[in-house]
């Protein structure tokens, strides 16, 4: 299986075709080299709110709005895609209005197949400047997704940075994290997250970021960061932990090539088994006791 995880810009539009351009273009050069899954990262789809204009793309509220207008016809071309160029797709993340599972609007992002099916993962935990400033809700459950390509889940950002929601996920073969975050500490966060997450599961971590200035917006007007492919450090993968890195804030694609099988051995017979041992846990994880030693 090959994979392309994104190092993606966001654009100011200046029409509905420069974005199914720019789209198209990332896809086909992925589809090109090989790959098969393809990684989009987090709030890229705030580039849609610029259809609207300068006014609808910085106010926080109206780039929700102007957003969640174009996902119908963004999830219609990134279904087309999948299908035309026979690969898996996690769209870039979007806020979405979905009052069938919260109030306020979620963090959703979307999962093409090349079949034409489509599942969502909502982000489950808010960072400050989410819940502070913008106001975004948590949204539905975490998702195991079944596909061809193997068991997916997905942790967006700042998720993967919770133990308990990787555990969640501990079926996974490969678990995509898409992130946007600004300063470099932020993204270490993330990777760190991801590559315990790999860790933990005994399974392969999948993280994309948006780059670069988008000086037209006050979520995404600064992001810093790369694409990455992470894997435990044991049996049949890379004594590093890292499959794949990109080169930090440079867009593109970074790819990677993995066997699926070798998931499977390294859970079943790994030099350490932390999947299967993470019961031994219970009974062990009592709040520590205050023992004096001066």
């Not at 160029?85 to 996690?90: G, Q, Y």
């Not at 489509?118 to 489950?124: E, R, T």
């Given at each position: 299986m090959k994979i392309a995880t994104a190092a993606y810009p966001a654009s100011?539009?200046?029409?509905?075709?420069?974005?199914?351009?720019?789209?198209?273009?990332?896809?086909?050069?992925?589809?090109?080299?090989?790959?098969?899954?393809?990684?989009?990262?987090?709030y890229g789809a705030l580039e849609l709110a610029t259809l609207d204009g300068d006014v609808a793309a910085h106010d926080?509220?109206?780039?929700?709005?102007?957003?969640?207008?174009?996902?119908?016809?963004?999830?219609?071309?990134?279904?087309?895609?999948?299908?035309?160029?026979?690969?898996?797709?996690?769209?870039?993340s979007a806020p979405v209005v979905d009052e069938t599972v919260a109030v306020r609007p979620v963090n959703r992002a979307r999962l093409f197949?090349?079949?034409?099916?489509?599942?969502?993962?909502?982000?489950?935990?808010m960072t400050r400047f989410e819940r502070e400033d913008w106001h975004i809700a948590p949204g539905g459950p975490l998702r195991l997704f079944d596909t061809a390509l193997g068991k997916i889940g997905v942790l967006i950002c700042y998720d993967s940075e919770f133990p308990l929601l990787g555990r969640a996920l501990s079926d996974a073969d490969l678990i995509l994290i898409p992130s946007v975050t600004e300063a470099l500490a932020g993204h270490s966060r993330v990777r760190i997250g991801a590559q315990a997450r790999a860790?933990?599961?005994?399974?392969?971590?999948?993280?994309?970021?948006?780059?670069?200035?988008?000086?037209?917006s006050q979520v995404i007007d600064a992001s810093?960061?790369?694409?990455?492919?992470?894997?435990?450090?044991?049996t049949g993968f890379p004594a590093t932990g890292v499959i794949a890195s990109g080169t930090l804030n440079t867009p593109g694609w970074t790819?990677?090539?993995?066997?699926?099988?070798?998931?499977?051995?390294?859970?079943?017979?790994?030099?350490?088994?932390?999947?299967r041992h993470w019961d031994d846990q219970t009974g062990r994880d009592a709040p520590a006791q205050p023992t004096r030693l001066r």
């Open positions: 100011f539009l200046g029409s509905w075709q420069a974005y199914a351009d720019k789209l198209t273009a990332w896809v086909q050069t992925a589809a090109q080299n090989g790959a098969e899954l393809l990684v989009f990262p987090e926080l509220e109206l780039c929700i709005q102007a957003t969640n207008a174009r996902i119908p016809d963004a999830d219609a071309l990134h279904s087309d895609l999948a299908a035309r160029f026979k690969v898996h797709i996690l769209a870039a197949t090349p079949t034409g099916a489509m599942g969502v993962q909502d982000k489950q935990i860790l933990e599961n005994q399974c392969v971590t999948i993280m994309s970021s948006l780059v670069g200035p988008a000086p037209w810093t960061g790369t694409g990455g492919v992470y894997c435990p450090p044991d790819y990677a090539t993995l066997d699926p099988a070798q998931i499977a051995h390294v859970r079943a017979d790994g030099v350490v088994l932390n999947r």
